[in-house]
């Protein structure tokens, strides 16, 4: 990944002269949960908070990481966020959500972040490819897509998340300065390869599986180096999702197809698999 070595060399220099902030005692603690859905969890149990069309669910793994650790949660996550709504408020039908930003304060000790993911945007790209995987469905027609003309626009985008998310991750400190702040990664949507993802209701072409898990890849690449070139900590919910992608039947997956038949919404994280992202947080946090 462009720049790895150096978001490392970065991290162990912040690292050993700071360290990372440690959380003050649960009942005393405050904790922010910045994002876009897939920190906010849409159909991942009963909506929580308003406006409403932020989609926002009670077992979304904020909801989760905040039960087990026993802080007091503001969760102010919302579907279809970008980079940009953590200072502009967005509007989601049903009202505005204020810029996400509005509730860090210098009493937050902890932050938990997701975005990146609708700057892409990853799952628009998911719905492309499976538009045009009848097309060539033993080929790779998305790839053909997004890389005709010799240019990798897929992997143009994805390397371009990180920037951004380096900006979102100095506006936080800067405004929460005590806090602790993990970034949260997305989880393994597809598998690495096969030859149909019919399962989901997601008929991706098999050339294109690779593509696809290739672009998010990266783009979890850039958002790591991201946090870890400014001081703060990843966290990699795709190694331990692995497995539970949309392909796979319902009960073993942990994302959701086009068609989804369980507690999650299309192309996103279901209960299971909000539940895997909350125990990845609480592990790094030590709980």
């Not at 299971?272 to 709980?287: D, E, T």
């Amino acid at each position: 990944m462009r720049g790895f070595k150096r978001g490392i060399t970065t991290l162990m220099i912040v690292a050993g002269v700071v360290g990372f902030p440690q959380l003050a005692a649960a009942e005393s603690g405050e904790y922010i949960a910045l994002g876009d859905s897939y920190a906010a969890g849409p159909l991942n149990g009963v909506l929580a908070g308003t406006p409403i069309g932020c989609f926002r669910f009670d077992q979304n793994y904020p909801h989760q990481v905040a039960a087990g650790i026993g802080m007091a949660l503001t969760d102010v996550t919302c579907q279809s966020a970008v980079t940009a709504n953590m200072l502009q408020p967005q509007f989601v039908g049903d009202g505005f959500n204020p810029a996400q930003f509005d509730v860090l304060s210098t009493t937050t000790q902890l932050v938990t972040l997701t975005i990146g993911g609708n700057d892409l945007p990853l799952s628009e790209m998911v719905v492309t490819c499976a538009g045009v995987s009848w097309t060539n469905p033993f080929g790779a027609p998305c790839k053909a897509v997004y890389t005709a003309g010799g240019t990798d626009r897929g992997a143009q985008k994805a390397a371009a998340v990180g920037p951004k998310v380096a900006t979102v991750i100095q506006g936080i400190r800067q405004r929460a300065p005590s806090a602790r702040v993990l970034v949260v990664g997305y989880p393994t949507l597809l598998p690495m390869s096969g030859t149909s993802c019919l399962s989901g209701g997601v008929p991706i072409a098999a050339g294109d599986l690779s593509y696809l898990n290739q672009i998010e890849q990266q783009m979890n690449g850039a958002i790591k180096i991201a946090a870890e070139a400014n001081g703060v900590e990843f966290v990699d919910t795709y190694a331990s999702s692995q497995g539970h992608d949309m392909c796979k039947p319902a009960g073993v997956r942990w994302v959701e197809g086009l068609m989804p038949s369980t507690t999650g919404f299309s192309v996103h994280p279901n209960t299971a698999g909000s539940q895997n992202m909350a125990a990845r947080v609480r592990a790094k946090l030590g709980y």
